[in-house]
């Protein structure tokens, strides 16, 4: 049961909320106690000054005189002091219940009446103080204190509001430490349950991601990773796809012709063999197709995206096509500011550049012309490459993006579909327009911020 997450945190948050709580009892204590040294300070200048002043009355009427102490008793008892005055020999002078006796009726019914409420409240013994004057002692005054009802009512309230107060909060910490806890530990069982998946084949499990803590970051770092785990899936499953079929027709021709070798149907020549070999080199050519096709679909797994100026970039590409544009008489021409800059991975880019300019140049004829050009459009930046070449027919321009689809003989179909899975890669497309005689124009579109202008 411990070993439950859940659990760890609720008790983790509850251990907290309980020292909280604690805390709280202990400042009570200190509180309280703080309260009653104050009490019994005051109590104490209380009595101080009860002593003086029976001194002084004692100094003024030279001995004790029962009817002037009888007024001093009666303010002792209301500050909370029931006292009894004994003279130098040890015999009673006044105390409390006589001093209440000699006061008129209505007076004695009001302090009587105040004396039976507090008959409970009273400590138990008398405590001696002695009385001096001019350094003789002259007698005693022994003192019985009456607990104040008030400051007794505000300890009982205290304590009664703080026991409340620790029931509610606990009560509410109990609540909040299972919310927390819950809340803490359900994204985490989330990610436990889809990496299950995950490990089980299930490459589409996916989270949700909530919040921008370090559970969301989790949350949206195995999101991209199971994407990516995912596309790895797709690209392993097309790529043998792929291969297979296009991998059927050669290998059956091959095996067709040894065959016929092996039965004495075909002669085993010169010629049969350079069939073969031809053939060979058609696999080797497939193979090569597909492993460029499919670095180009993962392509987005690991782009190396920078600053280029573009065409300084451009100009590069179409040097290294110079000696075949010339060769051929095709006019070659890049229309594009000098200041343009883009921000992408160099390596795909250049790809997707020279396979648009490897088909303008298969379908132009001498006296044609190819263009470059590049600048913005919108929401987006663009790279043109057209030509004045034979053009594509309109039933063919659904096709022509498609792994394996050409136009002509020749090549394996895999150029667009790269240029294509490129420009995905980038967050980008490319469109395509032709007229079947005139020539055709590929147009790669990324988007705006993914472009840096830095004129």
């Not at 909280?20 to 104050?38: C, H, N, P």
């Not at 006019?331 to 500011?337: K, Q, S, T, W």
């Not at 303008?360 to 004829?365: E, T």
């Not at 929401?379 to 034979?390: A, M, Q, R």
């Amino acid at each position: 049961m411990l070993k439950s997450l859940w659990i760890k945190f609720f008790l983790l948050l509850l251990t907290v909320s309980v020292i909280a709580l604690s805390a709280a009892f202990l400042l009570r204590e200190l509180m309280i106690k703080d309260f009653r040294e104050y009490l019994e300070g005051e109590t104490e200048d209380r009595v101080y000054w009860v002593t003086a002043h029976l001194e002084g009355t004692y100094e003024r009427y030279s001995g004790w005189k029962r009817g002037n102490i009888a007024e001093d008793a009666i303010w002792a008892l209301m500050s909370g002091l029931e006292i009894r005055v004994l003279d130098e020999n040890g015999e009673p002078v006044m105390d409390t219940e006589k001093a209440v006796g000699m006061l008129p009726p209505l007076e004695r019914k009001h302090v009587t009446a105040l004396l039976a409420q507090r008959a409970e409240e009273r400590t138990g013994n008398y405590f001696p103080y002695p009385l001096f004057f001019n350094g003789k002692e002259i007698g005693r005054l022994e003192v019985r204190f009456l607990q104040p009802g008030k400051e007794n009512v505000f300890i009982t309230r205290s304590n009664r509001f703080l026991l409340i107060s620790l029931l509610g909060l606990g009560g509410l910490a109990v609540v909040l430490s299972t919310i927390f806890s819950r809340r803490l530990t359900d994204p985490l069982k989330r990610l436990a349950g889809a990496a299950r998946s995950v490990s089980e084949g299930d490459l589409k499990s996916r989270v949700t991601v909530s919040g921008s803590d370090e559970i969301g970051e989790l949350s949206a770092a195995f999101n991209k990773m199971s994407k990516k785990l995912e596309m790895q899936e797709s690209l392993r499953k097309k790529l043998i796809s792929n291969a297979a079929h296009e991998l059927r027709t050669p290998v059956g021709a091959m095996r067709g012709e040894l065959e016929g070798m092996i039965d004495d149907l075909i002669p085993v020549d010169k010629n049969h063999l350079k069939s073969l070999h031809e053939e060979t080199g058609r696999l080797k050519s497939i193979l090569e197709g597909v492993e460029e096709l499919s670095r180009a679909e993962a392509s987005a797994l690991s782009l190396d995206k920078r600053s280029l100026k573009l065409k300084p970039f451009l100009k590069s590409i179409m040097d290294m096509f110079y000696k075949q544009f010339h060769d051929k008489d095709i006019a070659l021409e890049l229309i594009c500011d000098d200041e343009f800059s883009i921000h992408a991975d160099p390596d795909r880019l250049s790809q997707i550049v020279i396979n648009l300019l490897s088909n303008a140049l298969k379908a132009s004829s001498a006296g044609g012309k190819v263009w470059i050009k590049a600048g913005t459009n919108g929401p987006d930046v663009f790279i043109e490459i057209g030509d004045t070449g034979s053009g594509i027919k309109p039933e063919d321009m659904p096709f022509i993006c498609e792994r394996f689809f050409r136009t002509s003989d020749g090549g394996l179909g895999l150029g667009l579909a790269i240029v294509k899975e490129l420009a995905e890669a980038h967050d980008g497309r490319i469109e395509a327009r032709s007229e079947y005689g005139k020539g055709s124009a590929f147009t790669v579109f990324l988007p705006l911020q993914n472009l840096h202008n830095s004129s």
